[in-house]
């Protein structure tokens, strides 16, 4: 994007601001309360496979959704075309759908005192110039060195480069509109090799708001290369109970069923494991997670939540004791509570190191185990806390690898894999909304042959 396409993106956001303006003006005229949501994104997206250019693409994508609430009931709709005529026919489509919904008390605007009239500055944009040739530069530069690391190398997923930058609008009945901007940059290469007529598959990316802030193309293709041989000729284990290293980038996942247990969508539904667990201990005394959305130029930080609400910081665990649900608007009226802001998800959530020393600390502290770099599946049941999924990773004796697995199950119960985390090293994964280091519980099934 060239500094003119910059500077007429820039302009674009006050003619978004007034397109979405308009649309909540037309539904309070016609006696509604409203909210309405507008997005633009344009970007660049390259891929190369093979040393070849794959694919090339430009993209400027653009939706207005307004929400209009009569009475206790809700319409929706949407539309791409932000012409009046358009936005004048989207409003009416809303009104209309609104009259045949069903009539429900929980449905209506986040309440007032909870906007964010005033968003901080989060410095969630930072402008790159960035050329078609330099971004297939980039993910040639990325899948050629892992190509040629080693020969076992015999084959390519491709490699990636996304650049796109956005703005966000949302303004309400309320009197709120509050819009900013932002940047996404990213470099993904994924390889194949092969030995003994095996093959293993593996992959490696860097992401920032901040183009500079990206690790290196020859990074991003090398250290690919190395986690795919070094899965080469893996072996099955028999069926044990062991303890367990999930890594970080995986660990995410473990922290990820926890929020989903604890939205208010699960919760009103009385489809989560952690029903009624609020101010329970449900991990251990020493566990502590914080979200901080304020953090500048960070991936999932926001000044506001997808309703308006202004996102806060919090403390989700403390001592290992539930701090708080994450509720919506609408979840928190289903259980007479008040939204905490997480329309739309959650926002930077911190999980405290109590373990020193990166993974191979954490390896030493464990002996004999399993590490997890890999999970398969959907075998999680947020309902009743069965877990079981298909996984690949690397047995582990005397704190150090031996080999990689591959083909195996590992299997628990999600609340006891919460309340059994002995470790959380300080080798934080920084690329999810989920800041984890790798996690080590104590004792968990594993199958194999």
């Not at 609430?69 to 759908?97: F, H, P, Q």
């Not at 690919?224 to 099955?236: D, G, H, T």
Request: with cysteine; charged share 20%.
């Amino acid at each position: 994007m060239t500094q003119q396409n910059k500077r007429n993106f820039i302009d674009q956001q006050q003619q978004l601001c007034d397109a979405v303006e308009y649309a909540l003006s037309l539904a309070e005229k016609a006696g509604a309360t409203a909210e309405v949501g507008m997005t633009k994104v344009t970007g660049l997206s390259v891929s190369t496979r093979l040393k070849e250019i794959e694919n090339l693409e430009f993209n400027n994508d653009g939706a207005l959704g307004i929400s209009v609430y009569v009475g206790s009931k809700k319409g929706n709709a949407s539309t791409s075309d932000l012409s009046s005529e358009a936005i004048k026919r989207t409003v009416e489509s809303a009104l209309s759908i609104a009259k045949y919904t069903s009539e429900d008390p929980c449905t209506d605007l986040a309440p007032k005192e909870l906007m964010e009239f005033n968003p901080p500055d989060l410095q969630l944009y930072h402008h790159a110039d960035i050329s078609v040739d330099q971004a297939v530069e980039l993910a040639l530069t990325a899948e050629t060195a892992a190509l040629d690391y080693d020969k076992r190398i015999v084959n390519s997923d491709g490699a990636s480069f996304n650049s796109s930058e956005g703005i966000r609008v949302y303004g309400n009945t309320h009197g709120v509109l509050n819009s900013y901007l932002s940047s996404r940059y990213s470099l993904s290469c994924s390889v194949i090799a092969e030995q003994e007529q095996a093959l293993e598959r593996d992959y490696e990316y860097t992401i920032s708001r901040k183009f500079t802030d990206l690790q290196s193309a020859t990074w991003v293709g090398k250290t690919c290369a190395e986690k795919v041989i070094a899965r080469l000729k893996p072996q099955k284990l028999s069926t044990l109970q062991v303890p367990v290293i999930f890594l970080n980038d995986v660990a995410t996942g473990i922290i990820g069923h926890l929020a989903s247990a604890i939205s208010g969508g699960a919760l009103y539904r009385k489809s989560s494991f952690l029903l009624d667990q609020l101010g329970q201990q449900i991990l251990p005394s020493w566990f502590q997670i914080s979200e901080r959305p304020h953090l500048l130029a960070q991936l999932a930080s926001t000044p506001f939540d997808s309703e308006g609400v202004k996102t806060r910081d919090q403390e989700i665990i403390v001592d290992g004791v539930l701090q708080t649900y994450l509720l919506t608007s609408y979840s928190a009226k289903k259980l007479g509570m008040q939204t905490t802001g997480h329309a739309g998800g959650i926002h930077n959530w911190l999980v405290k190191p109590n373990h020193t020393g990166g993974l191979s600390a954490l390896l030493k502290q464990m002996g004999t185990g399993l590490l997890v770099t890999e999970l398969m599946g959907q075998g999680v049941n947020l309902v009743t806390g069965d877990y079981s999924r298909g996984a690949a990773g690397f047995w582990v004796e005397n704190g150090e690898i031996q080999y990689p697995v591959a083909e195996i199950t590992i299997a628990g119960s999600l609340p006891t894999m919460l309340q059994q985390i002995v470790a959380v090293g300080d080798d934080v994964e920084q690329r999810s909304n989920i800041r984890t280091g790798s996690i080590l519980i104590e004792s968990m099934k594993v199958s194999g042959e």
